[in-house]
């Protein structure tokens, strides 16, 4: 699926969301939530959000991204964050959201998260048997 604003790209264990926009705003959000409303009923576990794109998030953006944590949560899977732009980042920290979410450098390393994720998952090792 692709909009102006937006890229989704479904894999076998993730969905990539890639931000096109300078800013993440309520510009983008609404045909957001609806992509992520779909994914949810399809069964999406894993999501990446790869804001390398984007300088600027408002709480519009910051909604669809709770939301699609959510989701994820929901489905017994994960949400990352890859390539945050500074501005994004800092907005993350302020709202504490940084304790909540996962987030990682690069979209690579989101990629092995989701896999480390699964893996463990599939081991059986819950979060209160990692620490």
Do not use: H, W
């Amino acid at each position: 699926m692709f909009s102006t604003s937006y890229k989704i790209n479904v894999q076998d264990k993730y969905t990539q969301i890639s931000v096109l926009e300078d800013k993440f705003t309520a510009k983008v959000a609404p045909d957001l939530k609806a992509e992520l409303v779909y994914l949810k009923s399809s069964g999406t576990k894993n999501i990446i959000f790869d804001l390398e794109k984007t300088n600027y998030c408002d709480s519009s953006g910051l909604s669809v991204i709770l939301i699609a944590n959510r989701i994820c949560s929901e489905n017994g899977g994960c949400l990352v964050l890859c390539n945050l732009q500074l501005a994004v980042a800092k907005l993350i920290d302020i709202s504490q959201l940084s304790k909540v979410l996962n987030i990682t450098p690069s979209f690579n390393e989101a990629v092995d998260f989701i896999f480390m994720d699964e893996l463990e998952k599939g081991l059986g090792y819950g979060e209160e048997q990692l620490g």
